[in-house]
């Protein structure tokens, strides 16, 4: 079964920052996920196989480039 509506993660910290991009993207159609730190979103990617992850470089935890390069080696 196919999904109607692509899917968008948004890895940030900053609250305002990602109700302000997931409205945006939402009333665009698109499906938005979100994850405020590099754990979360690691998990939240690979359970959730968004179609593109927008991603903060500086987060709590794991920075932007520690959770893209274990991301890429998965």
């Known amino acids: 079964m196919g999904r109607d509506k692509h899917r968008i993660l948004i890895v ?6 990602v ?4 409205y ?3 009333r665009d159609g698109y499906q938005v996920l979100t994850a405020a730190d590099g754990e979360t979103a690691i998990k939240r990617a690979a359970d959730e196989l968004p ?3 927008l991603l903060d ?6 920075d932007g480039f520690a959770v ?3 991301m890429r080696s998965r």
Do not use: K, Y
């Open 19 to 22: 109700e302000l991009l997931a």
């Open 51 to 53: 179609d593109l992850i």
């Open 12 to 17: 940030e910290d900053e609250n305002d920052l």
């Open 24 to 26: 945006s993207f939402a």
């Open 57 to 62: 470089v500086l987060l709590p935890g794991l």
């Open 68 to 70: 893209a390069e274990l």
